[in-house]
């Protein structure tokens, strides 16, 4: 089952351009996370956000969350042709604390 | 140690074939997952253990097996699958407190059923 929804499918940008995905979902969550996963490998946690928080960021990376829309956004400042990869946002449920469900997920190019 | 290992990386399996996919994690992680991810789409949950037990099963089809004989290892029997199964199959683990933090994948056995 799929929790959310993500815009774009897709995206092409040049290196040092800024990068933004968004990410709606349908339930009530505990948290929602962004995960990076490069030509369909292993994902790696990228940043977690809690439901009683609306910023956070991380190095180049800056996520909001307005749980009133049930909406959360992927900044990626100044992109690298390293970040292309796929990325998906993931949330776990306020019911269920072990289940961890992913969205559509954007293919992210970075063209150097 | 911060690593989830799957193996094998890749496995190429008849229909009439068992095959079994093993995950393992040193962490001391409580929660183990199964995800299957089709090429262009995004993991699908199937199966959750928590404390050796399974807590939570998507309905999956019973040619899927898991066991999680001990707090370390995770394996995922296969048996009679078909093409359409063919997938990467991705194993996580997360720490007691999912609420705060992440989940730790591994890098993949890419399954293909012929």
Known sequence: SQQGEEDPQALSI????????????????????????NSGRGLVHLILIRSNER?????RLRVTLDTSKKSSSLLITASRAADTASY????????????????????????? | ?????QTPKHLVMGMTNKKSLKCEQHM????MY???????????????????????????PSRFSPECPNSSLLNLHLHALQPEDSALYLCASSPFEIMNTEAFFGQGTRLTVV
Request: proline fraction near 3%; charged fraction near 25%; glycine fraction near 6%.
């Open chain 2, 1 to 5: 140690d911060t690593e989830v290992t």
């Open chain 1, 55 to 59: 910023e956070k960021h991380s190095g």
């Open chain 1, 88 to 112: 998906f946002c993931a949330t776990l449920r306020s019911y269920n604390t072990d289940k961890l469900i992913f969205g559509t997920g954007t293919r992210l190019q970075v063209f150097p």
């Open chain 2, 34 to 60: 199964w995800y299957k991810q089709k090429a262009k789409k995004p993991p699908e949950l199937m199966f959750v253990y928590s404390y050796e037990k399974l807590s939570i099963n998507e309905s999956v």
């Open chain 1, 14 to 37: 040049q290196e040092g351009e800024n990068a933004t995905m968004n990410c709606s979902y349908k339930t009530s969550i505990n948290n929602l996370q962004w995960y990076r996963q």
């Open chain 2, 28 to 31: 001391g992680h409580r929660a």
